[in-house]
């Protein structure tokens, strides 16, 4: 690969011109960079649109482009997820070297030591309203002497108001907007794994919203079987049967809680977790058609660079785009491993409310054996049936929804599979689920090295 003496930083650049430089629908810029950010290859769309010539970006620092318009808190953000080993996306503003500037949607990934990134020219709704909170931001961040810290939590923070519950959900969305958008502009046809992926997002998040619904219900009952053990207490000195009753609801209702946060907190929220690798997915499949795209470009490029390195890079990015399709199908399983392990839990927590049915049904019995008991017990009785009758409904409506996250995921991995490949018999279902509750394993997965990254 060429090496040049490396460009000092942009600093020295003139002011904002105010002009953009003009980018079309149809190019990619791209950039290969080694761990600390300096650039290893670039294409010659990167080259136009920076104003430098092939020779002055090898060996040069990214930050070369980097424009004083964008906030602190993006790049924070940014390589957060990438020193993780995982793909970052996001809007940046970026000059070039006589001042005017361009904007993109870049789409970075780590492979072989470094850092791969694909730029299109973004238009979509989400890309004008970011671009008018990044200057909202970055006015912040100097009148407030921010950290990159503060700041990332102030835009983490914005985002969550306008809708996106995180920062791979922003992530996701962007790109694939940006793709469809991208796509309508040059009469291609979206691609359809990226389009149905789209489309389990939106029964991911009513999941989401359905296991927040549930905690909450749970959180509401949590109260009622003491309230029945203090009404016992005054009911039946000695203790009697309404005291042993509201002893076993309150045992049955601490282990069916226990269960509860076990698949819904932290590392075990299967939902969460789902989300994640959905997510991932719909991330790395728009990554890849660009990865292949760009590989084409590379090949029959209009200038630089010169033969054997075209032959190289297009070998390197080639690779690339292949293996972010494999690590789609990692994801894909993780996620049919997720949904089949939540329709379980689900199917498991409501066997477990049927048993408290059961105690509260004798506890309902046992109140009517006489008028003073039935008074005393019946304003609780009757909340504790609202309230387990919800959770019930709740449960129901959380495992449909898995099935149908379980059963689009399956349809995405068979319009993945190369025509004539066959499918291995699935193994017997988990102990106590329905048979939809059958899924494929992923297979390993090797932790991301940790990598030492310069900011931009």
Same mark, same amino acid.
């Given at each position: 690969?060429?090496?040049? +003496? !490396? +460009?000092?930083?942009?600093a020295?650049?003139?002011?904002?011109?105010? #002009?953009?430089?003009?980018?079309?629908?149809? *190019?990619?810029? @791209?950039?290969?960079?080694?761990?600390r950010?300096?650039?290893?290859?670039?294409? $010659?769309v990167?080259?136009?649109?920076?104003?430098?010539?092939?020779?002055?970006?090898?060996?040069?620092? =990214?930050?070369?482009?980097?424009?004083?318009?964008?906030?602190?808190?993006?790049?924070?953000?940014?390589?957060? @997820?990438?020193?993780?080993?995982?793909?970052?996306?996001?809007?940046?503003?970026?000059?070039?070297?006589?001042?005017? =500037?361009?904007?993109?949607?870049?789409?970075?990934?780590?492979?072989?030591?470094? @850092?791969?990134?694909?730029?299109m020219?973004?238009?979509?709704?989400?890309? =004008?309203?970011?671009?008018?909170?990044?200057?909202?931001?970055?006015?912040?961040? %100097? +009148?407030?002497?921010?950290?990159?810290?503060?700041?990332?939590?102030?835009l983490? /923070?914005?985002?969550?108001?306008l809708?996106?519950?995180?920062?791979?959900?922003?992530?996701? #969305?962007?790109?694939? #907007?940006?793709?469809?958008?991208?796509?309508?502009?040059?009469?291609?046809?979206?691609?359809k794994?990226?389009?149905h992926?789209?489309?389990?997002v939106?029964?991911?998040? $009513?999941?989401?919203?359905?296991?927040?619904?549930?905690?909450?219900?749970?959180?509401?009952?949590?109260?009622?079987?003491?309230?029945?053990?203090?009404?016992?207490?005054?009911?039946?000195?000695?203790g009697?049967?309404?005291?042993?009753?509201?002893?076993?609801?309150?045992?049955?209702?601490?282990?069916?809680?226990?269960?509860?946060?076990?698949?819904?907190?932290?590392?075990?929220?299967?939902?969460? #977790?789902?989300?994640?690798?959905?997510?991932?997915?719909?991330?790395?499949?728009?990554?890849?058609?660009? =990865?292949?795209?760009?590989?084409?470009?590379?090949?029959?490029? $209009?200038?630089?660079? !010169? *033969?054997?390195?075209?032959? %190289? *890079?297009?070998?390197?990015?080639?690779?690339?785009?292949?293996?972010?399709?494999?690590?789609?199908?990692?994801?894909?399983?993780?996620?049919?491993?997720?949904?089949?392990?939540?329709?379980?839990?689900?199917?498991?927590?409501?066997?477990?409310v049927?048993g408290?049915?059961?105690?509260?049904i004798?506890?309902?019995? %046992?109140?009517?054996?006489?008028?003073?008991?039935?008074?005393?017990? /019946?304003? +609780?009785?009757?909340?504790?049936?609202?309230?387990?009758? *919800?959770i019930?409904?709740?449960?129901?409506?959380?495992?449909?929804?898995?099935?149908?996250?379980?059963?689009?995921?399956?349809?995405?991995?068979?319009?993945?599979?190369?025509?004539?490949?066959?499918?291995?018999?699935?193994?017997?279902?988990?102990?106590?689920?329905?048979?939809?509750?059958?899924?494929?394993?992923?297979?390993?997965?090797?932790?991301?090295?940790?990598?030492?990254?310069?900011?931009?």
């Amino acid at each position: 690969m060429m090496q040049a +003496t !490396p +460009t000092p930083s942009h600093a020295g650049a003139p002011k904002d011109t105010g #002009q953009e430089v003009p980018f079309e629908m149809g *190019e990619l810029v @791209y950039s290969r960079t080694d761990e600390r950010g300096v650039i290893l290859a670039a294409n $010659d769309v990167f080259e136009r649109l920076g104003g430098f010539a092939y020779s002055e970006m090898i060996g040069a620092p =990214h930050k070369i482009v980097r424009h004083p318009d964008m906030p602190k808190a993006f790049f924070h953000i940014f390589w957060q @997820y990438l020193k993780a080993g995982e793909p970052a996306v996001g809007y940046v503003k970026n000059r070039s070297k006589d001042g005017r =500037h361009y904007w993109v949607l870049a789409a970075a990934i780590p492979y072989d030591g470094g @850092y791969f990134s694909v730029r299109m020219r973004p238009s979509s709704a989400i890309f =004008h309203t970011i671009r008018a909170e990044y200057a909202r931001l970055r006015r912040r961040e %100097e +009148t407030e002497k921010l950290s990159a810290e503060a700041s990332a939590e102030i835009l983490l /923070s914005r985002l969550k108001e306008l809708g996106y519950h995180s920062y791979p959900e922003f992530m996701s #969305q962007a790109l694939h #907007q940006e793709s469809l958008a991208r796509d309508a502009a040059l009469g291609k046809p979206p691609d359809k794994v990226a389009t149905h992926l789209s489309g389990l997002v939106t029964a991911l998040n $009513d999941a989401l919203k359905e296991q927040t619904r549930l905690v909450s219900l749970f959180d509401s009952l949590k109260l009622l079987p003491v309230n029945m053990r203090l009404i016992a207490a005054r009911l039946e000195p000695q203790g009697g049967p309404i005291s042993q009753i509201s002893m076993n609801y309150k045992t049955s209702f601490d282990n069916i809680s226990e269960k509860l946060s076990k698949f819904v907190t932290g590392e075990g929220n299967i939902c969460g #977790q789902m989300d994640i690798a959905v997510r991932r997915s719909l991330i790395l499949s728009n990554c890849a058609r660009l =990865h292949l795209e760009m590989a084409r470009h590379i090949r029959k490029p $209009d200038r630089t660079p !010169p *033969e054997v390195e075209r032959s %190289e *890079e297009y070998q390197i990015v080639e690779t690339l785009g292949q293996s972010s399709h494999a690590r789609v199908q990692i994801s894909l399983n993780e996620a049919l491993r997720l949904a089949a392990a939540l329709i379980a839990s689900a199917f498991e927590i409501r066997r477990l409310v049927l048993g408290l049915d059961t105690i509260r049904i004798l506890g309902r019995v %046992e109140s009517r054996r006489d008028h003073m008991s039935e008074v005393a017990c /019946s304003a +609780t009785l009757d909340q504790i049936d609202a309230v387990q009758a *919800e959770i019930s409904e709740s449960l129901q409506s959380l495992s449909n929804l898995a099935v149908a996250i379980q059963t689009g995921l399956s349809l995405i991995n068979v319009s993945r599979r190369p025509e004539g490949e066959t499918t291995a018999q699935p193994g017997p279902p988990t102990a106590g689920a329905p048979r939809a509750a059958r899924a494929a394993s992923p297979p390993p997965q090797a932790a991301p090295p940790t990598r030492r990254v310069a900011a931009e």
